[in-house]
């Protein structure tokens, strides 16, 4: 994921009256922390942050921050919202490292339903996990991990096991092979057509066995 370069303007008061200005300036108050240094509180241009705030994977986003000549290495942290117009009232932002490694959550990307077995057969994708925790090195965070999911069938689950991760990223959960998605039978059962389909394949690897015992 590439590294985007913004700038902000810093804060020299704090608190819920200097927010509140900034927000009508047209601004968004945040803080930049974390690396054993002494946190910063900066603005942000709202119509900037606005654009990037709604991109795919924003927190999984490396960020250089230029304040005043000086550049933090960040990765966004939390953003609050205005309940009602979803506006950014507040971003927390974590400095990173090049060498550091950071929990993320990364987004799930499940490809080729169109040859999906169950799919077809009129079986439902059940997405446990949108998106996945993982460690990973600052520098080299993904985008997005892949599910193909070409000939699968109903009854089959996805875990973790079975999704091929970038290199140096493990998964923050580790005392179990967790599920991600399953391929489930819809709620009324599958169809006659599929149950025909389904039992005429069964006897035909059954008659292909038969050939290959005699």
Not at 12 to 23: D, E, I, P, T
Not at 128 to 140: F, H, K, T, Y
Not at 150 to 170: A, F, K, M, Q, Y
Request: hydrophobic share 35%; proline share 4%.
């Amino acid at each position: 994921m590439e590294t985007i370069d913004i700038k902000a303007e810093a804060r020299s008061q704090v608190g819920k009256g200097s927010a509140r200005a900034a927000r009508r300036a047209g601004l968004v108050p945040a803080v930049i922390y974390g690396n054993k240094e002494t946190a910063v509180s900066v603005t942000l241009d709202a119509n900037q942050w606005r654009q990037l705030m709604h991109k795919p994977g924003i927190f999984s986003q490396l960020i250089n921050i230029n304040v005043n000549n000086e550049t933090h290495f960040v990765l966004p942290r939390d953003i609050q919202q205005h309940p009602v117009s979803e506006e950014a009232m507040h971003v927390d932002f974590l400095r990173v490292t090049k060498n550091a490694t950071v929990a993320v959550g990364i987004a799930v990307e499940f490809l080729n339903e169109d040859k999906c077995t169950g799919l077809k057969l009129g079986g439902v994708l059940n997405i446990v996990r949108s998106q996945v925790e993982l460690n990973c090195p600052a520098i080299s965070i993904p985008e997005k991990l892949t599910v193909d999911l070409e000939g699968l069938n109903v009854g089959h689950t996805i875990h973790i096991s079975s999704i091929e991760l970038p290199e140096g990223c493990t998964p923050t959960i580790t005392d179990r092979d967790f599920t991600v998605a399953t391929i489930a039978a819809p709620r009324g059962g599958l169809d006659d057509d599929a149950d025909e389909t389904e039992n005429t394949e069964e006897v035909s690897e059954e008659t292909e066995e038969s050939k290959s015992d005699s």
